[in-house]
């Protein structure tokens, strides 16, 4: 399989999750077609995927208003019918509902949402391996 990864961070963690994340399919016998910025996409590299991976930070109050970072632009990202999308959001304290925010949002890209996961901050390479379990999962089942 070929997956493109789509990062947002603004301290590193999610770019961290995501080379965990790259690095976990690679040792699975994935390829990684890119890894760019949601605002900034790098257009072949999702071309050429069969999944695409989009990664965010929890922007909020820490007890209301959590929403995925770049929100809108994950949203506005190019039309992806035909492939899958999974999603991975990295969060502090409490995420609040940003994952069925993250999720809702790359569902109107058009592509098929086949999983999502919270990613704690202090837990960076455990919660990366699981998604990468479950993304392994999801995709035998397709
Ligand atoms: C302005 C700001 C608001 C944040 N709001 C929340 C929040 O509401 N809930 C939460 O759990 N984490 C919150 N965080 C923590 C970040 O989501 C967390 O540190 C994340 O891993 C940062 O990812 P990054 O290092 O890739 O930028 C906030 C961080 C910042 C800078």
């Known amino acids: 399989m070929k997956a493109a990864?789509?990062?947002e961070s603004l301290t590193g963690n999610t770019t961290r999750a995501a080379e965990r994340i790259a690095d976990g399919l690679t040792q699975e016998g994935w390829s990684i077609t890119g890894l760019s910025r949601v605002r900034r996409p790098d257009l072949a590299?999702?071309?050429q995927a069969d999944v695409v991976l989009v990664g965010s930070w929890t922007h909020g109050l820490f007890v209301v208003g959590q929403a995925p970072w770049a929100a809108a632009e994950i949203a506005n990202l190019?039309?992806?019918r035909g492939k899958r999308i999974a999603g991975f959001l990295t969060?502090?304290?409490d995420a609040g509902k940003s994952l069925?925010?993250?999720s809702n949002a790359l569902g109107?890209?058009?592509a098929?949402?086949?999983g999502g996961l919270l990613i704690k901050r202090s837990r960076i390479e455990e919660h990366s391996d699981v998604f990468v379990e479950r993304l392994l999962g999801a995709v035998?089942?397709?």
């Open 100 to 102: 069925d925010r993250l």
């Open 5 to 7: 990864l789509l990062v």
């Open 108 to 110: 109107s890209t058009g």
């Open 112 to 114: 098929e949402v086949i």
């Open 91 to 93: 969060y502090a304290l």
């Open 45 to 47: 590299s999702i071309q």
């Open 140 to 142: 035998e089942t397709v």
């Open 78 to 80: 190019p039309t992806m």
